[in-house]
């Protein structure tokens, strides 16, 4: 059952075990284990994020494709349940149009710059993806009539993911449980369902065929594979996780923008959390996803504390103080990769 | 000797140029269904590249390849498989971080058309690995199945390259020096394969080998190749005894020069 469910792949190490079952209740018990507004966000989050950077692993450490336009095809989806939302405040109709127009663009748009780009070198088709990705986020910060432009877009949810909806009258371990956290039922149960997906698609025939195009796409063309086709189609598929974590992120958030979700600072954050949690792996992804974004919402206020408290010394104050949290998140990240090369799960499964 | 029967394969002044060096010049050259023909030439002379023109590894210059008289010549390799044209590499080219049996589970997968199977679990599909693990039992890797290919010494490497190439199930097979590097007791169980390919009247085999007695007790037909031209064509007796090939080949080669290998 659990072999079925999880595809056979599974953790093949009793740490990498125990920390996916406590990533997964802690993530299915976040209301009643972490009440308040903050944790609630940090753990949807991660959920949309776990969605995302095993998308981009499923390119990356899979296929052996680097691309730079994952954000832009998560600000698709994002940006198609906003824009609909927006023409029809709080209805369901507008979120499945919204769904279904941000996947189509998303996938269509993969499908079109792998069939033009992935045959020829793997640096011409990130030049490419980068290229398309800044043009996008121009293009959206342009037709601010459609997107809110560089504003963004905040539209109202249906009422049931909203606060003022009361799921039961009386509270449940002590929680009140609103449409807030029927929302985040809504992100964690999708983002799950989405996660097995892609772990049934990686253990698939196809997904087989992709770490053999990723280990030698000569010998995988001469057994008759077509690799154009197959890295198309897993571009295609990686495009449409995305947008389905981008439009995870547009309901949780209730406000899209550029700064949310097209920029190419999301970018390097999902390359970072792909590397450190281990590529090829997906368990990697989930991993990395939640180690660097409690670091990068909770590293700062403990570097705050930090800060204030060993004010006067000389320099250290400054180093620990709350904008340096990159540096150091840096750092961090350079001696992830010089100690663990194959990432935290390539570690683990040693 | 001659047979009425078209040839499976042919190719027709096939050339390919690299830079001003034409490293296969015109070659011209039909090859009848259960038959063995030996490509032999010094190195450099363009077998390898022959055979990378015939399996769509590298685009012709000029010429044609033709596959049950239809032309392939513009066909990518991939294609070229899938009608039926298999080969082994001469510098082993296996997928290096998978194990011996999905190396030839994948090769086996292909054959059935079942890539663009997303949503089933590759280890359920029983048949497959069955099969992949019959290839391996024929090239006597099957202890070794679960090894990383990688891991695997040199001559096993060659092994698997050939299991590889079985389990595409093609008509026509090219093995390049399929022996170079292989220990003496491991050459053998090559042989007796490419003996057995031989012995199925359906199959086409081409053969770059360079143990003059493999060829003469492997052969039907030997062809030479000199500076990527066609320079003699005939029965093994024949070729061999041919000066040109004594002078660009056998003079040096045929005594001790081998026995290393
Ligand atoms: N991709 C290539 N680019 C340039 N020259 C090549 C290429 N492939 C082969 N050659 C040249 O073609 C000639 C024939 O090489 P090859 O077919 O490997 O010889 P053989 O297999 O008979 O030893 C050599 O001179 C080699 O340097
Ligand atoms: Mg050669």
Same mark, same amino acid.
């Given at each position: ?120 070198? %793997? ?119 995305? %947008? ?44 990395? %996803? ?61 | ?261």
């Amino acid at each position: 059952m659990i072999g079925t469910l999880l595809s056979g792949d599974l953790p093949r190490s009793k740490v990498l075990s125990v920390v996916m079952v406590a990533i997964l209740l802690g993530l299915a018990l976040a209301p009643f284990l972490f009440p308040g507004t903050r944790a609630l966000n940090t753990a949807a989050t991660i959920c949309v994020f776990i969605v995302l950077v095993a998308s981009y692993d499923l390119l990356l450490g899979y296929t052996g494709i680097v691309s730079f336009a994952h954000t832009m095809f998560y600000g698709i989806g994002a940006y198609g349940v906003a824009i609909m939302l927006d023409r029809m405040p709080g209805s369901w109709a507008a979120i499945g149009l919204g769904v279904a127009a941000g996947l189509a663009v998303a996938v269509a748009l993969a499908l079109v710059i792998g069939l033009f780009s992935l045959r020829v070198q %793997a640096i011409f088709f990130a030049m490419v993806t980068l290229a398309v990705a800044s043009a996008f986020m121009i293009l959206a910060s342009q037709l601010s009539g459609l997107t809110g432009g560089e504003d963004g877009l905040t539209y109202r949810v249906p009422r049931v993911l909203t606060p003022a909806f009361k799921l039961f009258q009386d509270k449940l371990f002590g929680v009140r449980v609103d449409g807030r956290i029927v929302d985040y039922y809504l992100v964690f149960f999708a983002a799950l369902a989405l996660f097995l997906l892609m772990l049934r698609i990686v253990n698939s025939p196809f997904g087989r065929v992709l770490q053999a195009i990723r280990e030698n796409p000569f010998r995988a063309e001469a057994l008759g594979y077509r690799t154009v086709v197959y890295r198309t189609v897993a571009n295609g598929l990686g495009a449409g996780m995305a %947008a389905l974590a981008g439009v995870l992120m547009a309901l949780w958030q209730k406000y899209t923008g550029p700064d949310t979700t097209l920029s190419l600072g999301i970018m390097i954050d999902i390359l970072l959390m792909v590397v450190i949690g281990g590529m090829g792996t997906l368990y990697g992804a989930a991993v990395g %996803a939640v180690i660097f974004i409690l670091a990068k919402n909770y590293l700062q206020g403990l570097m705050g504390a930090a800060s204030e408290a060993l004010a006067g010394l000389p320099l250290i104050p400054h180093l620990v103080h709350p904008d340096r949290w990159l540096l150091w998140l840096g750092i961090l990240f350079i001696l992830s990769v010089y100690f663990f090369p194959t990432g935290i799960v390539g570690r683990l499964r040693k | 000797m001659t047979t009425p029967e078209p040839p499976v394969l042919e190719t027709r002044d096939l050339t390919i140029r690299f830079g001003g060096h034409v490293a296969v010049d015109h070659v011209s050259c039909a090859f009848q269904r259960g038959t063995l023909t030996a490509i032999v030439g010094p190195n450099g002379a363009g077998k390898t590249t022959y055979f990378n023109l015939i399996s769509g590894q590298l685009p012709a210059s000029a010429g044609s390849v033709t596959l049950y008289g239809e032309e392939i010549t513009r066909l990518g390799a991939p294609q070229r498989t899938k009608r039926g044209i298999g080969r082994a590499f001469q510098l082993t080219n296996l997928f290096p971080n998978l194990s011996v049996r999905e190396n030839v589970r994948l090769a086996v997968q292909s054959r059935q058309n079942a890539g663009f199977d997303l949503f089933s679990m590759a280890a359920r599909h029983e048949e497959l690995i069955e099969m992949a693990d019959h290839y391996l039992a024929r090239t006597d890797l099957l202890d070794r199945a679960d090894a990383v290919a990688a891991e695997l010494p040199h001559g096993d490497q060659r092994k698997l390259e050939v299991a590889v190439l079985l389990a595409l199930e093609t008509d026509v097979l090219m093995f390049d020096e399929p022996t170079a590097g292989m220990s003496v007791d491991e050459v053998p169980v090559i042989l007796d394969l490419i003996q057995h390919i031989k012995a199925d009247e359906t199959k086409t085999v081409l053969l770059v080998e360079h143990k003059m007695d493999v060829v003469r007790s492997l052969a039907d037909r030997i062809i030479v190749l000199h500076n990527g031209a066609l320079v003699a064509d005939g029965v093994p007796a024949e070729v061999m005894a041919l000066d040109v090939v004594r002078d660009a080949y056998l003079g040096t080669g045929s005594g001790g020069g081998d026995d290393d290998a």
